[in-house]
Every structure is written in structure tokens, then in C-alpha cells.
């Protein structure tokens, strides 16, 4: 079943802004991850997130966790025409939190 | 460079065949996964399994059934294709259960005529 709902679902910027975009699940996780498709690819692993960390970082990514939200938000800063992709996030949760549910994903589109 | 690798990148199956997608990684990761993906439904389990020979359904196994013979291959079996299988199918693996982060294949795009 799907775990996390990405918003908004699409997102249209300038090259040189930010790109932020939002997870949301349902019930309590071990680790959140976000992943980027480029168009008809395979899903490439961006960065993960455990439940008791509040930020991470990965060159130009930013990805917070609020648990008490249940939620989790990727910023992109400086976006490039090579981040034209859709994002995803994932949770893995209980004792199989190796297995990953995925939402429907964000598509963003960078304007050069 | 680490790798996993689907036989096909699109393949074009006729209702009722058995369809066979392989899938081979050659990082020596534990657990192997099976996905398909649908405009507007994300990416949906199939199947996975986390040691060879071992396997668990995901969220939707039904019309689908796999094979874990070696730790490097997983292959998912469409055991009489049907226009609803029509779909991308990826194929994803992880070192470990505590080591999560997958690295995906390619995809298989699979119409079913």
C-alpha cells in the first residue's frame, strides 16, 4: 500500500531557484528516502533520512523530517536543467523497513 | 561501476503467454525487489525476497509469481499475461536489512496485446 503522498505533484521553475517539495505519510517509519527518475528510467537513491534525524544535507539537496507532522521536505537549491526529473519519496517501517513504499512522486520541470 | 541489470527495456507479449523478466545485480546485495510502476500510482510492490530462494509478496503479487535461484538473479513470472500487466516494471536491490538505501534497474516496459 502507499505510504507517502508527495506534493505538489508538479512543479515547473527557473534555472538558478529553489525547488521544494513535500512527503507526507500515514503511519510511523524507521527511514524516509527520496529518490530521482529521469523520464523512463530507473529511480536513482538521492539521500535517506532515519526517524530521529531532523536534517540532512547532500550538496545541493536539503531534506528535513518532521515526525511529529509525519512529513519530510526536499529542497533543491540552484536548480539545473539536469534536474528536470520526477522525485520520490519512500518509508520503510516496522521490522521490515528494508522494504520500501514509494508515493506517486513530484515532476519537476526546469526552465533554462 | 555497480549494477543491476533487466533483460529488456521493452517487450511486447501477446494475452496468456507466460512472460519471464529477468532481473541480475552483481553487488552481492541480499534483497531483491519487483516494482511496477503506473501514471499516477507511484511505484507498487510485487514481490521481493531477502536471501536466495527465499521470497515474500509485496502489495500486489497477484497474476505474478518469482524466482530466486542464485543471490544475483530475481525474475518475475506473468504466469498468463493480461492487458491490466501492462506496465513499467523495475527491478531494485539493497545490500542488507539494515542497509537500505536500492539501486534500480533500468525498467522493463512490458505491453501486454
Known amino acids: 500500500s502507499q505510504q507517502g503522498e508527495e506534493d505538489p505533484q508538479a512543479l515547473s521553475i527557473q534555472e538558478g531557484e529553489n525547488a521544494t517539495m513535500n512527503c507526507s505519510y500515514k503511519t510511523s517509519i524507521n527511514n524516509l528516502q527520496w529518490y530521482r527518475q529521469n523520464s523512463g528510467r530507473g529511480l536513482v537513491h538521492l539521500i535517506l533520512i532515519r526517524s530521529n534525524e531532523r536534517e540532512k544535507h547532500s550538496g545541493r539537496l536539503r531534506v528535513t523530517l518532521d515526525t511529529s507532522k509525519k512529513s519530510s521536505s526536499l529542497l533543491i537549491t540552484a536548480s539545473r536543467a539536469a534536474d528536470t526529473a520526477s522525485y520520490f519519496c519512500?518509508?520503510?517501517?516496522?521490522?521490515?523497513?528494508?522494504?520500501?513504499?514509494f508515493g506517486a512522486g513530484t515532476t519537476v520541470t526546469v526552465r533554462a | 561501476d555497480v549494477k543491476v541489470t533487466q533483460s529488456s527495456r521493452y517487450l511486447v507479449k501477446r494475452t496468456g503467454e507466460k512472460v519471464f523478466l529477468e532481473c541480475v545485480q552483481d553487488?552481492?546485495?541480499?534483497?531483491m525487489f519487483w516494482y511496477r510502476q503506473d501514471p499516477g500510482l507511484g511505484l507498487r510492490l510485487i514481490y521481493f525476497s531477502y536471501d536466495v530462494k527465499m521470497k515474500e509478496k509485496g502489495d500486489i503479487p497477484e497474476g505474478y509469481s518469482v524466482s530466486r535461484e542464485k543471490k544475483e538473479r530475481f525474475s518475475l513470472i506473468l504466469e498468463s499475461a493480461s492487458t491490466n500487466q501492462t506496465s513499467m516494471y523495475l527491478c531494485?536491490?539493497?545490500?542488507?536489512?539494515?542497509?537500505?538505501?536500492?539501486?534500480f534497474g533500468s525498467g522493463t516496459r512490458l505491453t501486454v496485446v
Open positions: 519512500a518509508t520503510g517501517r516496522g521490522s521490515n523497513d528494508y522494504k520500501l513504499s
Open positions: 553487488m552481492d546485495h541480499e534483497n
Open positions: 531494485a536491490s539493497s545490500l542488507s536489512r539494515s542497509n537500505y538505501g536500492y539501486t
